[in-house]
C-alpha cells in the first residue's frame, strides 16, 4: 500500500535548461520534489523563445512552474510554501552578522583548542574579537567602494572626510589580524580604540538620537542589516578589546 501511494505522487515540472544557462531554482524544485517522494515529469525549456512562450501560455512571469494533480503551484518559494518550509525573507535581517560572530566563535575556540588544548581559555575570547574584526573586514573589501558609500549614511568622520570611509576596511582588518598575533600593540590598539569610538558615537546619533531607520555597512555595502544594537556592539567590542589589550 505503501508503495502504491508513492506511486501515485506526480507532478510536472518546467524549467529552464539551456546550453548557455541551467536554472538553479530549476534544480531545486525538481530535488525538492523527489524528495517528497514525487515521480516528476521534468520539462526542459531549451530557448529562451521556448520560455517566454510557456510564460505567455500559462500567464506567468518566472520560471520554472511546478503543476501537481494538474494544478498550478508555482515557482521554486510557491513549492516551498506547498511543503510547509520556510522561505527566505528578502527584508532585513541579522543572519549575517550571526553567521560572522558564529564562526568568529568557533574558530577562536578551535584555535584555543589547538594551542592550548583546551577550547574555554582567555586567549579564545580574544581571538573571537581579532576573528570577527577580520571577517568583518573581509566582507567589506569585497567592494569597498559600495561599503563606503553606505557607511556615509551615518559615520560621523566619513561624512567630514570622505577617505576614512575607504580606509575603514584597511583599518579594521590591520588591527584584528595584528591583535589575533598578539604582536605591534602600539598600532593595533589605538587603531581599535579609534575606530570602535567613532564608530559607536555614529550610531548612537544615528539610531538613538536622530532616530533614523537606516542599515549597517557592518557586513559589506549591499547587506540589509539594519543599523542599531549590533552594529553598536561591533564598535564596542573593539574598544573593549583596546581597553583589554592595555590592562594585561
Not at 583548542?113 to 577580520?134: D, I, K, Q
Request: charged share 15%; aromatic share 12%; hydrophobic share 50%.
Amino acid at each position: 500500500m505503501g508503495r502504491m501511494a508513492n506511486e501515485s505522487k506526480h507532478a510536472t515540472l518546467y524549467r529552464m535548461v539551456m546550453p548557455e544557462h541551467v536554472c538553479p531554482y530549476g534544480i531545486k524544485s525538481k530535488w525538492l520534489l523527489e524528495r517528497h517522494g514525487y515521480t516528476v515529469d521534468d520539462h526542459w525549456l531549451r530557448t529562451r523563445a521556448g520560455t517566454d512562450a510557456f510564460k505567455a501560455e500559462h500567464h506567468v512571469e518566472t520560471t520554472p512552474q511546478t503543476f501537481i494533480d494538474g494544478r498550478r503551484v508555482g515557482g521554486n518559494n510557491d513549492l516551498r510554501r506547498f511543503f510547509g518550509q520556510h522561505v527566505p525573507a528578502k527584508g532585513a535581517s541579522y543572519i549575517p552578522v550571526i553567521a560572522v560572530f558564529g564562526m568568529a566563535a568557533a574558530m577562536a575556540l578551535a584555535t584555543s583548542f589547538a594551542a592550548y588544548g583546551s577550547p574555554l581559555t582567555v586567549r579564545a575570547g580574544e581571538w573571537f574579537v581579532s576573528f570577527a574584526m577580520c571577517l568583518l573586514a573581509m566582507l567589506k573589501l569585497q567592494d569597498v567602494e559600495t561599503f563606503s558609500t553606505m557607511f556615509l549614511n551615518y559615520d560621523l568622520l566619513a561624512r567630514r572626510w570622505v577617505p576614512y570611509g575607504y580606509a575603514y576596511p584597511f583599518l579594521e582588518g590591520l588591527a584584528g589580524v595584528l591583535m589575533a598575533a598578539g604582536t605591534v600593540m602600539s598600532l593595533s590598539v589605538p587603531v581599535a580604540a579609534f575606530i570602535g569610538s567613532v564608530g559607536a558615537a555614529s550610531v548612537v546619533k544615528a539610531v538613538y538620537i536622530d532616530r533614523r531607520s537606516i542599515k549597517c555597512a557592518c557586513v559589506g555595502g549591499s547587506s540589509n542589516v539594519p543599523l542599531g544594537f549590533v552594529s553598536l556592539t561591533e564598535n564596542v567590542m573593539m574598544v573593549a578589546m583596546a581597553a583589554w589589550m592595555v590592562v594585561k
